[in-house]
Each structure stands twice: as structure tokens, then as C-alpha cells.
């Protein structure tokens, strides 16, 4: 796991800093950027692959942030969510009228979070959504190049790790040209309300704790994804440093 650890680390954006330059992602070329927290690292370090192809790790849930900065590795919290990443990149593509295609979580919650997001940013081009649910492979595929040949600026996936990387990927390698975020549990949040965390939850960064109580199963997965993530990622950095010192 040495070399996931390496990998890791030096995809995640941003590297060594505290300022998160949100122009710079949006205007960069053909960028794939997903999001990853304690739950989703340590499916990922199970697939060294997604990881190779992905351009960029921003880091979603304060815990990985803390931790990563022990290690000597400063970053920032960044997620798809409206406390984050998500109105800066709508106002971004208001302002510069961009396209954007979203695709993800069930077909029910997904109209309700497009018109919500339609309400909020009423200029906002989007040129088409989808559930992230396919039959077959077949159907993924036709998709997929449905997708290419409509070429929108960004596409949003949020179909939870792996999936939605190993699509992004995909689409990626079959020519697709714009850039692509993946955005986790976004639509299904937003499908209610587009303020999914109340203020002094953001400020006091207990997202986690909010999450835990208002979804049902997430305590417990964030209760043992927590602790194992803790073990795991601290053996992965021994492992990777003592690796360098004998290499």
C-alpha cells in the first residue's frame, strides 16, 4: 500500500496550502476531480487504479484534513456540497455560461434537486440529468456516449465511491473532453433542501455528527469507517515512509 499512500498524497488539491483557488479548478482542461473522506479512502486504497486516474483527491470530512495535516501534509476541507465547492462552480458557470450535466442518485430525487438547484441559480445552463442507475453495461455505454457527443463544460456524478469514479474514468477514456466531479451524496441531499447543514453545524464542522443522526444507517458506517480509517491510514504512512528509507 506504499505506493497508494505516495499517489494519494500527491493528487490532493490543495497540496501543501490553505487557499483553495476555485478558478483555477474550474477553468483547468479536461480534469477529473473526486472528493474522498475516511469512508471512501479506504475503499479506494482497495483500487489503486481509480486513484492512478483520477487528476486530482480534494479532501471531504474534516477528519482526513486533521490527520493529513499531522502527517506533515497541509490541506483544506473541499466538498460538493453548498458550504463548499458546489455554488462557487454554479456561479462560476452562470458567469461564464458553461454547460453542466448531471447524473446520479434516484431518478425521483434527482428532479427535485434539479429544480432546487433552478430556484437557486436560475441561469444556470443545464443541458440534461439522469439517474445514476443503469441495467446493464450496454445501457451504461450508450450513456456514456450520449454524454461525449453532447460535450457539456462539467459533468457532476454522484453515484458514491467507487462508481462514480470508475465512470468519470470511463468517460474520460472514451473522449470526453470537459471536466468531471464527482459529488457523492449532493443530489440526494439537495433533493429537500439546498441548505443541507444549519449554519452553526458548518461553523463548529460537526457535518459528520448532522449526517450521522438525519440518515439513516450513516452513524454506524461513520462510527466503524472512522476508527478503522484511524488504524489504516497511520499504517499506510509508516509503511510508505519506512519504504522510502529503505529504498
Partial sequence: MSSFFSNFTKKVYPHFTSEVNFKEIFESSGHLYTFV?????????????????????????????KVLKFLGIKTQRVSFDMTSLAPKLFEFCEENTKTIYFVG??????????????KE?????????????????????????????????????????????????????????GKSFTCGGFLHQSSSNMIYYPAWVDKLELRW???????????????????????IILFDFFNHYFSKRIN
Avoid at 121 to 143: Q, T, W
Avoid at 168 to 176: A, D, F, R, V
Avoid at 212 to 227: A, P, Q, T
Fill in 37 to 65: 473522506n475516511p469512508y471512501s479512502y479506504l475503499i479506494l486504497r482497495k483500487k489503486d487504479n481509480l486513484i492512478n486516474n483520477v487528476d486530482f483527491i480534494l479532501i471531504d470530512g474534516i477528519l482526513l484534513v
Fill in 105 to 118: 442518485t434516484k431518478q425521483s430525487d434527482l428532479e427535485k434537486s434539479i429544480v432546487n438547484i433552478k
Fill in 209 to 231: 455528527l448532522y449526517r450521522s443522526f438525519n440518515e439513516k444507517g450513516v452513524f454506524k458506517r461513520v462510527l466503524i469507517s472512522s476508527s478503522l480509517f484511524l488504524v
Fill in 121 to 177: 441559480f436560475a441561469n444556470l445552463n443545464i443541458i440534461g440529468y439522469r439517474n445514476g442507475y443503469f441495467n446493464d453495461f450496454k445501457e451504461k455505454e450508450l450513456f456514456q456516449e450520449e454524454l461525449i457527443s453532447l460535450n457539456p463544460d462539467y459533468i457532476i456524478v454522484g453515484m458514491g465511491t467507487p462508481l462514480q469514479e470508475e465512470f468519470i474514468i470511463e468517460l474520460k477514456s472514451k473522449g470526453y473532453k
